[in-house]
């Protein structure tokens, strides 16, 4: 990255706004047939503008469904008028409607999409050779780890709460000289703390300067770390800190 260029990126990982509204529905435990449209606005306002603030090149249906929240909470505010027909009894739709339906099919088809990932890992540990003995490649001490337990977004939430903890939200240090650093080489320095420190390291020890630039080479090596299975992020409960670590015998091969 040159100086004075900004770092623009789009991420694969998100799969659209529908897929960041339910990660939100289900962090905060909302009932998806009663969406309190203020609450679910703010929290998604909250997510892309961190996503702004790291300069990622945000895909405009994100801001379409930013546009619709809004004019659905709009709706809401103002006061119901009940109209009275001589034959027929006027009752006008909830302005969540549209949105509840296309959250619920939304949801129907992207658990069907897993359930056939999930066949498909079944029918991929089906072979037909004889049984083999790998008693050598067992080991009896590894933990079963879950390397996709953290999404994308519990990424870009505790990136939310550091900005809070640390009063980084406006403005970020710009009175220092730019120090541009290649992703890769800030994925080697990631990857010899988390070795060097031998434990479970928490989210906010990777991201020590307040400088943007730093902040947002530092989060994309991070993804590019998750994505290939170099280290292992956990978050125990909703809201809880992200955790970070390799897995031992990952260690040992390097």
């Known amino acids: 990255m040159k100086m004075g260029e900004e770092y623009l990126v789009k991420l694969d990982t998100f799969e659209g706004p529908l897929d960041l509204l339910l990660h939100l529905i289900n962090r905060y435990e909302i009932d998806i047939y009663d969406i309190p449209v203020a609450q679910i ?52 739709e909830d302005p969540r409607e549209d949105l509840m339906r296309r959250l619920i099919e939304y949801r129907k088809y992207k658990e069907a999409a897993q359930n056939l990932k999930d ?9 037909t050779r004889p049984p083999v003995n790998l008693d050598v490649y067992k080991n009896e001490n590894k933990p079963v ?11 870009i939430g505790a990136l939310q709460k550091l900005f809070q903890r640390k009063k980084w939200n ?42 943007r630039s730093h902040i947002v080479v530092s989060f994309i090596a991070l993804l590019e770390l998750m994505k290939s299975r170099m280290i292992i992020c956990e978050q125990e409960t909703n809201f809880s800190d992200i955790i970070i670590y390799q897995d031992a015998e990952d260690q040992l091969t390097d």
């Open 170 to 211: 406006e403005p970020l240090e710009t009175t220092v000289e730019r120090q541009d650093i290649p992703i890769q080489e800030r994925m080697d320095q990631m990857l010899n703390y988390i070795q060097q420190a031998n434990r479970k390291i928490f989210f906010d020890e990777l991201f020590p300067s307040p400088v």
């Open 145 to 155: 780890e879950n390397h996709g337990e953290v999404t994308i977004f519990d990424m």
């Open 119 to 127: 066949r498909e890992l079944e029918t991929n540990q089906i072979y």
């Open 41 to 92: 606005t703010e929290q998604y306002m909250s997510y892309i503008h961190t996503m702004q603030q790291l300069e990622l090149n945000i895909a405009s249906e994100y801001l379409v469904m930013a546009a619709t929240l809004i004019e659905i909470k709009s709706k809401m505010l103002i006061p119901n008028q009940e109209l009275e027909l001589e034959e027929d009894e006027y009752e006008e």
